[in-house]
């Protein structure tokens, strides 16, 4: 006879979070029901309501689990590498591909969500917290000469298409065969000459 397994007030959140990654990864979103999940962790099909009211509460809530993951990694890279600004967007850099590789379609949910009307505010300030660590560093490499002047955030969008762009080309396999996803030299040099400081005439 088959037994439902039983959660502590807190565990079966954690539990619809997990499965729903997995099944995420496994299936796409479209393949995510809270029926389903509730089945697949041997729950009543009612149970997973008293945490999510609906699969868009689902999405929601896996988007920000994405959202600060990224940001811990991202500030855990900044963190263990050098002062200068070349050290520090490579570190920052390698933790973002990395981060889209591991998690294709979570970043894909990531941000599409993001944009999405219903967004909430946790949502909107979560997708902020990692962009804005980013624009810190540039603000602090304009001090110390590393980066040209104007506005971190101008500097910023450059910085973070180039990087976004190929860490989503990387996630998809749509690089092509002879660049490795690992190597990321190139790419750096290529953003750290965008933001040099323009020469003296």
């Known amino acids: 006879m088959h037994t439902r397994r039983r959660y502590h007030h807190g565990d079966l959140r954690a539990a619809l979070l997990t499965r729903a990654e997995e099944t995420l990864r496994e299936k796409g979103p479209a393949a995510l029901s809270l029926r389903e999940l509730a089945r697949d962790l041997g729950v009543s099909h009612a ?20 959202f600060d993951r990224l940001a811990g990694s991202m500030t855990t890279a900044l963190q263990e590498t050098g002062r200068s600004f070349a050290e520090r967007l490579r570190a920052g850099a390698r933790a973002y591909v990395d981060f889209a590789t591991a998690n294709a379609e979570l970043l894909d949910l990531m941000y599409s969500i993001k944009h999405t009307p219903e967004a909430s505010e946790e949502l909107s300030a979560a997708a902020q917290r990692w962009t804005e660590e980013m624009t810190g560093l540039i603000v602090d490499a304009q001090r110390r000469g590393e980066v040209r002047e104007g506005s971190p955030e101008r500097v910023g969008i450059g910085v973070f298409s180039t990087l976004h762009g190929y860490a989503t080309l990387a996630a998809s396999d749509s690089l ?26």
């Open 47 to 66: 149970a997973p309501s008293r945490h999510f009211k609906d699969k868009q509460a689902l999405l929601d809530a896996l988007a920000l689990v994405g």
């Open 176 to 201: 092509p065969p002879d660049v490795c996803t690992q190597d990321l030299d190139e790419l750096v040099a290529y953003i750290l000459r965008g933001c040099a400081p323009e020469k003296s005439a």
